[in-house]
């Protein structure tokens, strides 16, 4: 399982029509639209200087009265009818490099455009070759201490286009703090380990994919490539290959440094990003025009992080399932490491070295129980009984818990009821966490049916169901084992190469050492924890590390008015049943940010006009779940940054591991839920309406 | 509409074309007709019946707005009113639009290209070809209409001049007149179509031959 999904996870949340604007129509909402025609990318035009547009209005006496304007010239007259009502096509000479600004007035004296759109014609790089071999001699490059490793230019595939790939280090050699204080070698080197893929025919854009999990190698960066963006990445200052020490949480080990600890908040992305456009720069003899960041999970906090501290570096930006409140969500892994243990221990279920099994709190069909429940609790409540969720607000524990009580045995545990531990179990979960003090430090879960889910058309509300999705289990308990007797806790929550990890070296202050790397181990720690020390460790500053994990790391500020007056946008999509992270978190953050711009509960508009949240229903961490979880959110953010036009809705359409394959649903800007018009096929997104609570 | 048509000059363009590569020797672009008159109201709408006996690029352009040269060669003065043009097939079928055309002359008193322009690759068959001015919009198809049909002189209060008729977007003064320059090439890749069938009407020919030999 891919946890803290890397930025290649994205394949899995956002894959298909990816694009700078892909086909869809730059539409206002006056009912015109331009749509570029162009393949195999709609607004990017890599050889020749002519494109094929179609304009629409909302009839064929309003279009023809239209005036079509490329770079302020008006080309109306190379459309024409289509055969289609109100609608004009044809193809428009002249291409100027770069950007190429379509605008459609209602009538040629208007001067006001009723649509807008962008198409490129690629910057060509001449000479590739020789150019991309002359960047490996780069000098005045940003950052101190870069060095460029090579620059290769790679030939087109059907995937990739030609591109010159760079890769490089930044403070490469540099010596760490002792990770152990008896791991041998204690000491570790580190380097921003960085690399760049520059398209030889440019669309004149700067592209950063976010990392995943706790980083440590740089993630994939062609998935943008064909469509032209220049994109650079890093391993966020850490090697997961070369900094892990077995006695300091493995991967984690790089939170014993404390410049480690910086380079995986903030830094690395901040240098790297100004080296890739400085790469850029000086392959193309020109600035990129707009950047964007795109991440989930860790890569969806690195991209919350880059509107925070690092405002005017991109102008678009996508967080999926964000990491934010990173420091305070480990409460809740403590936590549920703990009250899950708890179970583990009453139902006499422990692992290989005699720790309470989690893994086997649950079964899947059990975990399918509740998945029903709560839609037997919660689905009408927007009016129509589809197996989602999509007023998540309005199921709470209170509307829940009946549902839940209703399946409790009355006798022996069969595999059609939950026993009162459970039940009391999973509610405690959902409540979030508490501590010995009776504090409060995290958010409590959102009820969703994606806490499993049929990974098919095929009715998984059986008791020998095999179909049921086990995504949300992977991060809460791991899968269920079938000899506890050699089995481990493997829930991500608890283990070293994730949520383990971050709750025992790279965030409490000092570090907690030795935290052994094997699975049990941090586990093992996590159980032991009293929830207010381990606060209070999250908050600890030394000499040593002057600023403390929480404030390195937690990802919450609520105010981005130099991101906003930057005019960058950014769209937030958050999965409701969650992985690792609340979305009941998120909500709270989206709401304080309104809050914070002078918006209310009932008026959003102000937080909207640069920041949209995008609720999932049923989706899981990054991906999977009963939900439309396909979906590509980049070419929305590009819209809203270069044509004005914020997303009024992003389609998702359910992936084959659902119950219902191919079905679509908008997804709404919270606090807009998608609602049946009442009409028409409900497997279609056209028959709902983003409609408000 | 009758009485329209019969006011309207009936023009009757024919070609003929035996084949395609017949006219690829002839210089593209060459002007083959102009339809010129003047309008005697602002909402009048003059049609140009065209008849085509091949498959042709249509070109078709006013020069009554900024002035140019006629299918004989004379010039036409500027001062003409905005004039547009709107195609329909026989059945009244809209094929084709142009208000500005892209890349007409400025007329150098108003600053403005107002002139009207297209191209558009036909079969053989009737065509009507619709001269209307600034903004008398075709609705659709022929059938349908034009926006400014029964408004008489619009176009003072539209654009804000003070003379009784033709005034332009920049409430300058225009004249009644408009002349149509009105050509017709093969289309190059119907031609190459063409070519590519002969070519393979040829190989077939000689594979048969071949086989029977």
């Keep these: 399982m891919r946890l803290f999904a890397k930025g290649r996870a994205l394949a899995v949340a956002a894959l298909l029509s990816i694009g700078l604007g892909a086909a869809a129509p730059a539409a206002a909402a006056t009912g015109y639209s331009i749509r570029s025609l162009n393949t195999p990318t709609a607004t990017f035009v890599t050889a020749g200087d002519s494109v094929r547009i179609n ?3 909302p009839s064929t006496a309003l279009i023809l009265r239209t005036a079509l304007r490329m770079n302020g010239v008006n080309v109306t007259s190379a459309l024409q009818p289509d055969g289609s009502s109100g609608s004009l096509t044809g193809t428009v000479q002249g291409l100027q490099v770069g950007d190429n600004v379509f605008e459609l007035f209602a009538g040629k004296t208007a001067t006001q455009s009723v649509a807008k759109l962008v198409v490129v014609r690629a910057y060509l790089v001449p000479d590739a070759s020789a150019a991309c071999a002359a960047l490996a001699s780069a000098s005045a490059l940003p950052i101190a201490n870069t060095v460029i490793t090579s620059a290769t230019l790679v030939a087109g595939t059907a995937n990739t286009p ?16 002792a990770s152990s204080p008896t791991a041998s070698p204690s000491v570790y080197t580190y380097a921003i380990k960085w690399q760049a893929r520059l398209p030889t025919a440019w669309n004149g854009r700067f592209y950063m994919p976010g990392g995943g999990g706790t980083d440590g190698s740089i993630p994939a960066t062609t998935a943008r490539l064909s469509l032209g963006y220049a994109a650079a990445a890093n391993d966020s200052g850490h090697d997961n290959n070369v900094n892990t020490d077995p006695l300091a949480a493995g991967p984690g080990s790089f939170g014993t440094d404390y410049q480690a600890r910086v380079d995986f908040a903030y830094n690395a992305i901040d240098v790297t990003t100004q080296t890739g456009k400085a790469l850029a720069a000086l392959l193309y003899a020109k600035s990129p025009t707009y950047s964007y960041f795109e991440g989930c999970s860790m890569g969806g906090r690195e991209a919350m992080m880059v509107t925070q501290r690092l405002p005017n570096a991109f102008d678009g930006v996508v967080a999926g399932d964000p990491a934010i409140k990173f420091a305070s969500m480990l409460t809740h892994a403590v936590y549920n490491s703990q009250v899950f243990g708890q179970l583990a221990a009453s139902m006499s279920v422990f692992s290989r070295t005699g720790l309470p099994l989690v893994n086997n709190t649950y079964t899947n069909q059990d975990l399918q129980l509740i998945s029903k429940a709560v839609l037997d609790a919660c689905d009408a409540s927007d009016g129509l009984v589809d197996g989602m969720v999509n007023k998540p607000l309005q199921c709470t524990t209170a509307v829940v818990r009946p549902k839940l009580d209703a399946l409790q045995c009355i006798g022996a545990k069969t595999p059609t009821c939950l026993t009162a531990g459970q039940i009391d179990t999973m509610v405690k979960v959902y409540e979030g966490p508490i501590t010995p003090s009776g504090q409060r430090p995290y958010y ?8 499993a889910g049929c990974t098919s058309a095929v009715d998984c509300n059986t008791p020998t169901a095999t179909n049921i999705a086990t995504n949300w289990r992977g991060w809460k308990l791991g899968n269920f084992a079938a000899n506890p007797a050699t089995a481990e806790n493997t829930a991500s929550d608890f283990t070293s190469t994730r949520g383990g990890a971050a709750a025992t070296t790279i965030v409490p202050t000092p570090p907690v050492l030795p935290a052994p790397a094997a699975n049990e181990g941090t586990t093992a720690l996590l159980m032991g924890y009293n929830l207010d020390d381990f606060i209070a460790g999250t908050h600890g500053t030394t000499a040593a590390f002057p600023v403390s994990g929480f404030d390195l790391l937690e990802t919450s500020a609520t105010t981005l008015s130099p991101f906003a007056a930057h005019g960058g946008k950014l769209v937030i999509y958050q999965p409701q049943s969650g992985g690792p992270f609340s979305p009941l978190a998120m909500v709270d953050w989206y709401r304080t940010l309104n809050a914070n711009n002078g918006g209310s509960e009932a008026d959003y508009s102000p937080t909207q006009q640069y920041a949209r949240l995008f609720m999932v229903p049923g989706m899981q961490h990054c991906g999977s779940g009963p939900s439309t979880s396909t979906f590509d959110a980049l070419p929305s953010v590009v819209q809203w940054v270069e044509n004005g036009t914020p997303p009024e809705r992003i389609v998702g359409t359910a992936p084959a591991a659902t119950p219902w394959p191919g079905r679509t649903r908008p997804l709404c800007p919270f606090p807009t839920y998608a609602q049946y018009t009442g009409s028409g096929s409900i497997e279609s997104e056209s028959n709902f309406v983003c409609a408000a609570p | 509409m009758a009485d329209r048509l019969g006011e309207s000059k009936k023009l009757l363009l024919r070609l003929l074309l035996v084949t395609g590569l017949v006219l690829a020797s002839q210089a593209a672009g060459a002007v083959t007709f102009t339809a010129s008159g003047n309008f005697a109201r602002d909402d009048q709408v003059v049609f140009v019946p065209i008849t085509l006996d091949g498959i042709q690029l249509l070109s078709v352009t006013s020069i009554g707005y900024a002035g140019g040269i006629d299918a004989t060669g004379a010039a036409v003065p500027r001062g003409g009113f905005d004039t547009m043009l709107f195609l329909y097939n026989s059945a009244g079928t809209l094929l084709a639009q142009s208000d500005d055309g892209i890349g007409v002359p400025t007329d150098p008193t108003t600053g403005l290209a107002s002139d009207a322009s ?3 690759g036909l079969g053989a068959g ?5 001269v209307t001015q600034y903004d008398n919009f075709a609705l659709g198809d022929l059938s349908a209409g034009f926006s400014r049909t029964g408004s008489g002189n619009f ?22 007149h408009y002349a149509i320059n009105v050509s017709v090439v093969p289309e190059p890749s119907m031609v190459a179509l063409m070519l590519a069938g002969l070519a393979a009407i040829a190989g077939l020919h000689h594979r048969r031959k071949q086989r029977s030999a």
């Excluded at chain 1, 409590?444 to 806490?451: E, L, R, S, V």
């Excluded at chain 2, 009737?126 to 619709?130: D, E, G, H, N, W």
């Excluded at chain 2, 176009?155 to 009644?176: E, K, Y």
């Design chain 2, 118 to 120: 297209f191209s558009i």
């Design chain 1, 55 to 57: 304009i629409a209005g």
């Design chain 1, 444 to 451: 409590g879960w959102m009820w969703d049916a994606g806490i």
């Design chain 2, 126 to 130: 009737a065509y009507t070809l619709a």
């Design chain 1, 162 to 177: 030609e591109h010159c790939n760079v890769v490089g280090t930044i403070n490469a050699g540099r010596v760490g703090y």
């Design chain 2, 155 to 176: 176009t003072p209060a539209l654009n804000g001049c003070t003379a009784m008729a033709f005034c332009d977007t920049s409430g300058a003064a225009r004249t009644a």
